[in-house]
């Protein structure tokens, strides 16, 4: 009778855990749906100049950029995890760097990288006028580019950490571990090289598990607008701003057009999508990139190996690659103090510190982020650990693709529906109702960066516990959590930096009237004004590295070393 009533409560949990955010999500969704049925705003959409080439600039962006983090991680990982060992001082200080590098929000790192590579920035005054003979910033188009190709260096730099951090907490599993060695010694002991190996045996298994970082990647590169409006393309600009632009007009008609700008980016995706997944099952692809030759391993000498050279090489790329992350925080440090600044001259000739007086004074926007960060990032964190604790594996697996929805739709399209479920409720320019937009767009992370540690949980400790009947929440607080507090707080930790990254939301659901770091470095930056919009990407910067600090600062103290589970021999 008592486990009926725990079996019957657990059901009415998980309902209340399963209509918290399926109910704004389906009021997002089912809005977003009513007004792309609209035919008029499709023809208004599709007769626009301007949509075929935003459309192709957004498709081709979102593609290179996940192809190049794809293969950059693959090499990576062979020559820094597989070469050098899981152990090695190299991958180890990889993994403890990449959470400070995750902190880095988007709009910050676009910033600098704009204020590096511009025709006045530090890269080309480091040149000038020694090198190149140049008294004057050259004509080109390094900013704003027609072809995106800024954009992708950004999109690059932002999503190959996330992409490593994914695949890193992957490799963390024993289990997982223990089959790639098998694997590896299996392939040695027939003679493919390691570098073999790894290309045909040990990566085909492990970049399916990539399928959603990979597929939230492609959907933020292909559906971001905060970065396209500092350094993407103008003329035309990518399909999300110009989505986004057309969701500000007052008139209903065209803010249609922009919820169905939004499904065709929806659709393309899912078309680019469709596509790389058939070509991953396609007979062809399976035998070139998983089947070894019939010579190959009589050959393995002949072919390409990996060397000495290439894994230094993969190592000064992660620290180049680190010093670039040192770069960005260093030119918003001196663009923030910088009154004037004549080209060709290597510093500034006159220093002030008004941007960050102006900074201090908008304690406003500082308090709404900090706040916002923690309500959403605590919140998910609740829901995402309860859903797990509640939710029987079948339905855990069952449900992902709805809650990853969120994740890999164009936020454009389901925040305005969001925003109408808001104005019906009378949540719309409140707060609670950026933080509830902001919670909704955290739990897809959490959920996605807490589940492989939380899933790989070796349940063998908690039939121990309930052979000794220990009660649940006993053994949650006093066994469990500790073992998971470094996954947990990692997650919270990213949670937070999503938190404060968001853009669209805020200015969404807020209506302007709850104004963050990001909404005040996007606008300052668009409008041109480097030293306050530097001070503000500064501080979107400095919060998230203090989360991510005290992270790892609560996660290693007081470490708990896990027991040795019980084997079923030393079972009563």
Known sequence: MRRFAVRQLNTLWLG???????????????????????????????????????????????????????????????????????????????TRWIPAMLAMPHVAFAMGVVWLIAPSGWLIRLMSPSLTGWQWPPDWPLINDPLGVGLCVVLVGKELPFLLWSLATQLQRPDLQLTLARAMTTATSLGYTPHQAWCRVMWPMLWPKLSWPLLAMFAYGISQVDMAL????????????????????????????????????????????AVVWCASRWRGWRRI??????????????????????TAGAAAT???????????????????????????????????????VQASLSSQALGSTLGLALFSSTLAMLWTISWFE??????????????????????????????????????????????????????????????PAYRSYDQRFAQASASLAVPVWR????????????????????????????????????????????????TLASGGQRDQASAFGLLQIALPVLAFALAYWLGK????TAPTPPTPTSAP
Not at 60 to 73: D, E, K
Not at 74 to 83: A, G, N
Not at 246 to 262: E, H, K, N, T, Y
Not at 289 to 310: D, I, V
């Open 390 to 451: 509640a939710a029987p594996a079948r339905l855990d697996i069952a449900s992902r693709p709805l809650l990853y929805a969120l994740l890999v739709l164009p936020p454009v399209l389901w925040l305005s529906g969001l925003h109408m479920a808001s104005v019906a409720v009378g949540l719309d320019a409140t707060w609670l109702g950026v933080a509830g937009a902001h919670t909704l767009a955290v739990v897809p992370y959490t959920v996605l960066m807490l589940s």
């Open 557 to 560: 103290s007081k470490a708990t």
């Open 318 to 356: 992660w620290r180049g690659f680190a010093l670039a992350y040192g770069a960005v925080v260093f030119s918003l440090a001196i663009a923030s103090v910088t009154l004037y600044w004549p080209f060709p001259s290597l510093l500034p000739q006159q220093w002030h510190t008004g941007a960050w």
């Open 475 to 522: 053994f949650l607080t006093a066994v469990k959590w500790p073992m998971l507090k470094a996954a947990l707080l990692n997650a919270w930790a990213v949670g937070f930096a999503v938190s404060v990254a968001q853009y669209l939301p805020t200015q969404m659901l807020g209506a302007g009237r709850v104004v963050t770091v990001t909404t005040e470095a996007v």
């Open 16 to 94: 209340v855990l399963a209509a918290a955010v399926g109910l704004p999500a389906a009021a997002a969704l089912g809005h977003a749906l009513l007004l792309g049925a609209s035919a008029p705003a499709w023809h208004t959409m599709l007769q626009h100049p301007s949509t075929g080439a935003a459309l192709a600039l957004s498709v081709a962006t979102a593609t290179v950029s996940t192809a190049i983090c794809l293969w950059l991680t693959r090499w990576l990982v062979f020559h820094l995890w597989v070469r050098k060992g899981q152990h090695s001082n190299t991958w180890h200080n990889l």
């Open 230 to 273: 500092v350094i993407g393309p103008t003329q035309p600009p990518t399909l999300a701003v110009l989505a986004w632009q057309w969701l500000q007009d007052p008139s209903p008609g065209v803010a249609a057009s922009g919820v169905a700008a939004a499904w065709l980016l929806s659709a393309a995706g899912a078309v680019v999508a």
């Open 289 to 310: 990139n998983t089947s070894g030759h019939s010579h190959m391993a009589t050959h393995a000498n002949k072919t390409r190996q990996a060397t000495p050279l290439g």
